[in-house]
């Protein structure tokens, strides 16, 4: 029965604490494809030390990430929830196809390009320049059919594609193409203090984003601060990109559309408007962060999750790396 279901990977990096971004416009989407789906959800914890981490926040995010997979309501009976880092098929795999990758294309990345410049005092590690054959390793390895991702993603997917034609070409047909999956309800959450900028965890100004984890009380006094504009109006539209992101996300949150939002806070002004936004997303998160809680007091049953998760994570990948060795030309070690 599996067989014939689609394969769908995807993964989050336990870099910093997630924010409602990633769950509005990651994980909330995840659940509703984890049945009609064979999903492969993994921590890329490998992904993560690409820029500088300490050890310690590691460990403990990369269990907050998994807990907060689970709390969202990603099922793992029915998906294959991993810490990539366990399974040793995603380095290796990734060593393979940086033989493929030109020095070129990864130093056009855009992401390359912004991180970079961000790093630039410190130092640029070989690791970010590679990252995107990594991530194409974690897609591969498992012929995924669909990567649900970011718009921010879709140029490390193209190379993904790319690399998967180019082995398939030089040897003979192994790899499927994976396409960028993104669902229609998944929202895209803007910067709170600049709008027309994407919410990052990565932010320096924690008033720019709300955290899965941030307790009622920060939620409002985040939302309050909220930059809007003069006009007054709850109007979904660009020239009011701060409006129009607190309406997208009550949407992706309620469900409601657009237009039944404005109409609800039409003659209505900001103060009122905002108040809401925050109760909403409390009334969203608060079961969440408790569920969180819980699991990371059950540190056995966490661990039961990854063991399982990694094991059918290697099994799968172990059988594509195999045969990507052998087309190379390497002697395998076991017939
Ligand atoms: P990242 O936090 O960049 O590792 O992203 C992990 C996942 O969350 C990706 O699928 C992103 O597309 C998604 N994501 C991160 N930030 C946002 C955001 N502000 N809006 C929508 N999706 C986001
Ligand atoms: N690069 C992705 C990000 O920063 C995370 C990621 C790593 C990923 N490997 C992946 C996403 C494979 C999808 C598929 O958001």
């Given at each position: 029965m599996e067989q014939n279901k689609k394969v769908i990977f995807s993964g989050i990096q336990p870099s910093g604490n997630l924010t409602i971004g990633n769950y509005l416009g990651a994980l909330k989407n995840w659940v509703k494809l984890q049945d009609e789906y064979d999903c492969y959800f993994c921590v890329v914890d490998l992904h993560a030390i690409t820029v500088k981490q300490e050890p310690k926040n590691l460990r403990q995010r990369t269990l907050e990430v998994l807990a907060i997979y689970l709390a969202s309501g990603i099922e793992p009976s029915k998906n294959t929830l991993f810490i990539q880092s366990h399974v040793h098929t995603h380095a290796e795999a990734a060593w393979l196809l940086n033989c493929f990758t030109y020095t070129g294309e990864l130093s056009r990345m855009t992401q390359f390009k912004d991180k970079s410049r961000k790093y630039a005092e410190t130092s640029v590690s070989a690791g970010l320049l590679n990252y995107p054959v990594l991530m194409a390793a974690d897609i591969l390895i498992y012929n995924a059919d669909l990567v649900p991702v970011g718009q921010d993603q879709k140029q490390h997917l193209e190379l993904t594609r790319d690399l998967a034609q180019r082995f398939n070409n030089l040897y003979?047909?192994?790899f499927k193409l994976p396409e960028p999956y993104i669902p229609e309800t998944a929202a895209k959450v803007m910067d709170l203090?600049?709008?027309?900028?994407k919410m990052s965890k990565s932010s320096d100004n924690p008033n720019s984003y709300i955290l899965i984890m941030d307790p009622p009380e920060v939620i409002r006094k985040k939302i309050s601060r909220a930059v809007t504009d003069s006009l007054g109006i709850v109007k979904y539209n660009d020239e009011q990109p701060g409006v129009k992101n607190l309406i997208s996300i009550i949407s992706a949150i309620t469900g409601l559309s657009v237009k039944e939002i404005e109409e609800k806070y039409e003659?209505?002004?900001?103060a009122e408007f905002k108040e809401d936004v925050a109760e909403i997303i409390i009334n969203e998160l608060e079961p969440i962060q408790k569920k969180v809680k819980e699991l990371l007091d059950d540190k056995t049953y966490l661990q039961s999750v990854y063991k399982e998760g990694a094991q059918k994570a290697l099994y799968v990948s172990n059988k594509m790396v195999r045969k990507m060795k052998k087309k190379i030309g390497f002697i395998p070690f076991e017939k």
């Open positions: 003979s047909p192994t203090q600049e709008p027309t900028k003659g209505k002004g900001y």
